[in-house]
């Protein structure tokens, strides 16, 4: 198994590294700043300024294999994903940013000729953005077939009810196009062919924001994570995603990459957390000495750098299956590495918050958000414990 990157691999990767250095890092704090006050879900203008300068230097949709993107394969793009992943808001600066990465591949995977002129180009473009409504508040989501939103057919129409929350992004101002998961076939025998996906632009009458939500007291801003009731909405029948029926097809597409690209992103974050709790254990002084002359603290740094390392053999074993075999056949190493990721990271960046102290859960440091993030994707994109009985289940069949 050879992990070696492509020349034009390597030479992204340090173009990134450079301008996350030059443009990225200088600025961390300021985008906060700028989302705050009545203009709080507007994209922040630092945002916009950098994005016009990736994508002038050619850092732009690098996630999406093909002609729309940059052509790398998973593999290629999983240390350029890191690299984003050390700044929460990064990803957005090279158009390679959650939920729109998913929504791009739907449409490119998925959607229709038109359905790809009218919402792929400008998401290509980073014109506008767009959020991914599934998860439902009355009925355990992590089980896609309890969804209750309803797609029903009406002559040339579909008339969709329902509510839908932490539909992620949402709330920004930029975004216009949800992909909204319902049910067209409630009483369907086959349980996984009752849903399908559909294109409902924002500004639908009865699409009603109720509320944005929160995660471990942060808004998210300018993102946002709302609950949404979709109350009579019409749309065109030509607004269907492949057909009806086609739904959990879809999102095994569409959940597959999105999953290591988070395992990637996190990663990152697990880094960066590392590189920071050597930094202060070198020239924070407690108790007549560095705190790197503690065992404690040299167990803790040791064992974070083991766990890093571990989880990024798997999750690039994983891209390169995915690569070299399809999404499905790689099925198993996507669940290993979605359980294995996250709480890596909660752990380490949780290290690196006890050794920075009060400055750890301050908004000093990146680490308290980033640990929010990490203990959130343990349940995003299904929760542990759906990945770990699914795994469980396929290996019990394996060996029997």
């Known amino acids: 198994m050879d992990f070696e990157l ?9 173009r990134v590294a450079a301008f996350m250095a030059a443009h990225v890092y200088p600025n961390e704090h300021l985008y906060g700043e700028q989302a705050e006050g009545a203009a709080r879900y507007r994209t922040p203008e630092i945002v916009q300024d950098l994005k016009k300068k990736a994508k002038a230097a050619g850092l732009w949709n690098l996630f999406l294999p093909g002609d729309h993107g940059a052509g790398l394969t998973n593999l290629e793009y999983a240390p350029l994903a890191e690299l984003m992943g050390r700044v929460d808001w990064s990803s957005e600066v090279f158009n390679c940013s959650a939920p729109d990465t998913g929504n791009m591949e739907v449409l490119t995977l998925y959607g229709s000729e038109a359905q790809k002129k009218q919402w792929l180009e400008p998401l290509l473009n980073g014109e506008i953005r767009s959020a991914f409504s599934m998860t439902e508040p009355e009925v355990a989501s992590s089980d ?8 029903l057919r009406d002559g040339d129409h579909y008339v969709i009810n329902g509510r839908k929350w932490f539909t992620s992004g949402a709330m920004n101002e930029d975004c216009k196009i949800l992909i909204v998961m319902g049910k067209t076939d409630p009483d369907n025998p086959d349980k996984h062919k009752q849903q399908s996906m559909i294109l409902v632009p924002k500004n639908t009458p009865g699409v009603k924001i109720i509320r944005d939500l929160k995660v471990y007291g942060y808004d998210h801003a300018p993102v946002g994570h709302p609950e949404i009731v979709y109350d009579n909405v019409r749309v065109p029948a030509s607004n269907m995603l492949l057909g009806e029926g086609r739904g959990f097809e879809i999102a095994q597409g569409r959940l597959g990459p999105g999953r290591i690209h988070h395992c990637m992103r996190l990663i990152g974050c697990a880094q960066r957390a590392l590189e920071l709790m050597c930094q202060r254990a070198n020239r924070r002084v407690a108790f007549g000495k560095p705190l790197g002359e503690q065992g404690s603290v040299r167990e803790d740094i040791a064992n974070s750098y083991c766990e890093i390392e571990q989880a990024r053999l798997l999750t690039l074993k994983a891209a390169d299956k995915m690569d070299r075999e399809g999404n499905k056949a790689a099925r198993d190493l996507i669940a290993a590495a979605k359980i294995v990721v996250p709480s890596m990271a909660a752990r380490v960046i949780d290290r690196a918050i006890q050794i920075h102290g009060g400055m750890g859960v301050s908004q000093d440091t990146f680490l308290a958000e980033s640990y929010t993030y990490a203990r959130f ?4 994109d299904g929760p542990d ?3 770990l009985s699914q795994l469980g289940r396929t290996l019990l069949k394996r060996y029997a």
């Open 6 to 14: 492509s020349d034009r691999a390597k030479e992204l990767q340090a």
């Open 377 to 380: 994707i343990r349940i995003g």
């Open 385 to 387: 414990q759906v990945h």
């Open 144 to 151: 896609a077939t309890n969804i209750q939103c309803t797609i």
